[in-house]
């Protein structure tokens, strides 16, 4: 009778075992599939940046070249980064309206010379800046000079929404010096926000705002961004600067906590790019008969 029951424990443990292990292959297929479904669409992003700020009521110039990760959202070219990237004056906001020595406001940059780079191609792609969405951290590149080369893009019109314990993937890159090489990173869904709107928190960070998050069935749940609160924690600069750095010695995770926006407020504002970046290239064009001068980028209708 003994000898039966150990038998028996032996086989539940085997079949457990197997179930584990082809649980474990199915998804490492999943995330192969996303990876190579999605890389194709996940672009690196060139720029001269220009900022313009300062303390004390010193204002200073700065030029720096940045490189960053976008993610084309459109078969005619439109691009979607994050805007932290090309405004360093919306991350002092995120972390509570105030840069180094005075106003957010009072920062300013100016991006020039954006060069889109397709997986481990050589070719840049020429690109302007179209339109930003201070609110939402979003904004958008128009590739220049496409001709008839074919876009993988990431699709934002399926409205799917997690679950709080699910886990979602995304897709990056690394830099020129790591071949541009494609890569993924897990998280799960931990929480959900009501306002100031709705929007999901995980667990783990991401290393890559502006780009889309999938689940593992390959649909685009949202974009990874950060979210201003509605209304200013109750405490001075430098009790918020203490609380921040106690986080982070305490394994608390980054600074600035990432959110994923849905996918269905995500594909309206594309929808709202797209018609700015016609406006944009129009007047691009008109200028390029007059007298050279520089675009600027529309801002997004709220």
Do not use: H
């Not at 086989?11 to 199915?26: E, K, P, R, T, V």
């Not at 997690?162 to 897709?171: L, S």
């Not at 994923?260 to 200028?287: D, F, H, M, T, Y």
């Amino acid at each position: 009778m003994m000898k039966r029951v150990f038998v028996c424990m032996g086989i539940a443990l085997m079949l457990g075992f197997a179930n584990a292990a082809q649980g474990a292959d199915d998804e490492s297929a999943q995330l192969l599939n996303l990876v190579n479904k999605m890389s194709p669409a996940v672009v690196t992003v060139k720029a001269l940046l220009k900022t313009q700020g300062g303390a004390g009521g010193q204002r200073s110039d700065i030029q720096s070249r940045i490189e960053l990760q976008g993610v084309v959202v459109s078969t005619d070219g439109l691009v979607m980064i994050s805007n932290t990237s090309l405004s360093p004056g919306s991350l002092f906001g995120a972390l509570g309206n105030r840069g180094p020595g005075g106003d957010a406001n009072e920062i300013k940059s100016v991006p020039s010379d954006i060069k889109i780079i397709f997986e481990q191609e050589e070719k840049e792609y020429s690109a302007f800046l179209a339109a930003t969405d201070s609110k939402l951290n979003l904004a958008f590149l128009k590739i220049e000079d496409l001709n008839d080369r074919k876009l993988i893009f990431a699709d934002f019109s399926k409205n799917v929404s997690p679950m709080i314990g699910q886990q979602v993937a995304a897709i990056s890159r690394l830099q020129k010096g790591y071949d541009y090489a494609p890569f993924f990173e897990t998280s799960r869904i931990s929480g959900e926000i009501g306002k100031p709107r709705k929007a999901w928190l995980v667990d783990g960070n991401f290393s890559e705002f502006g780009l889309p998050v999938f689940d593992m069935n390959g649909n685009a749940i949202g974009a990874l961004t950060t979210i201003q609160a509605s209304a200013k924690n109750e405490s001075n600069d430098e009790s918020a600067m203490f609380a921040m750095t106690m986080r982070m010695m305490t394994g608390g995770g980054g600074i600035v906590r990432p959110f994923i926006l849905p996918a269905s407020v995500v594909n309206g504002v594309i929808a709202q790019a797209r018609i700015r970046a016609v406006s944009v290239a129009a007047e691009r064009a008109k200028n390029k008969t007059a007298k050279p001068t520089p675009s600027k980028p529309a801002k997004l209708a709220k």
